[in-house]
């Protein structure tokens, strides 16, 4: 049982092309969250949702639009694809951070994306 | 964001016991200590965290300082599958998102 998946799982594309990965949790999570690591493995928050609510935007270019249609799923779309768009995307999830607590985050497999 | 201080890498011995430093500090008094493991060509993993006290589970211990300016990731006994990059982040209680740093690679010799 994959806790956290993402299609596909590996993505070539051309520049200039629209895309999209689609990410699943099936851990019942209220918060999901898009991170980017580049070619020197630096992992970057873009994006975290709440209950299908954006809570957070990182800088992110507008070319990268995140979807929620359930709060079981984040999509990433992205358009106008660049260059400097290639990286592996993690999705992750996790309970509700509220008050004090901080709740540990469940990462997926990861989708490596090449931009020709 | 509270920034932390780790080695780039080190080495162990298979069944020995690792501990992973971590320095951090401008910790405020809300920021969570947490650890995330990184195996090649995988997803992070969540290993431990916690805030004041130290924190045992089934994978790993977390000794935070009395000051919490630094906190050690102890594996008790190190596996090859242990071998990974190891991250020491801050984060604020309400807030979900994680900063990562560059972590510690953590070899493994058999």
């Known amino acids: 049982d994959t806790a956290v998946s993402q299609t596909p799982k590996y993505l070539v594309t051309q520049m200039g092309n629209d895309k999209s990965i689609k990410c699943e949790q099936n851990l019942g999570h209220d918060t999901m969250y898009w991170y980017k690591q580049d070619s020197k493995k630096f992992l970057k928050i873009m994006f975290s949702?709440?209950?299908?609510?954006?809570?957070i935007n990182e800088t992110v270019p507008n070319r990268f639009s995140p979807k929620s249609p359930d709060k079981a799923h984040l999509n990433l779309h992205i358009n106008s694809l660049e260059l400097g768009d290639s990286a592996v995307y993690f999705c992750?999830?996790?309970?509700?951070?509220?008050?004090?607590?901080?709740?540990?985050?469940?990462f997926g497999p990861g989708t490596r994306l090449t931009v020709t | 964001d509270a920034k932390t201080t780790q080695p780039n890498s080190m080495e162990s011995n298979e069944e020995e016991p690792v501990h992973l430093p971590c320095n951090h500090s401008?910790?405020?008094?809300?920021?969570?200590i947490h650890w995330y493991r990184q195996l090649p060509s995988q997803g992070p993993e969540y290993v431990i965290h916690?805030?004041?006290s130290n924190v045992n589970n089934r994978m790993a211990s977390l000794a935070i300082a009395e000051d919490r300016k630094s906190s050690t990731l102890i594996l008790h006994r190190a596996t090859l599958r242990d071998a990974a990059v190891y991250y020491c982040i801050l984060s604020r209680g309400s807030q979900g998102n994680l900063i990562f740093g560059k972590g510690t690679k953590l070899s493994v010799k058999p």
């Open positions: 401008t910790i405020s008094g809300t920021d969570y």
């Open positions: 949702y709440n209950n299908k609510e954006l809570i």
């Open positions: 992750a999830s996790s309970q509700a951070s509220s008050g004090r607590f901080a709740y540990e985050q469940y």
């Open positions: 916690g805030l004041t």
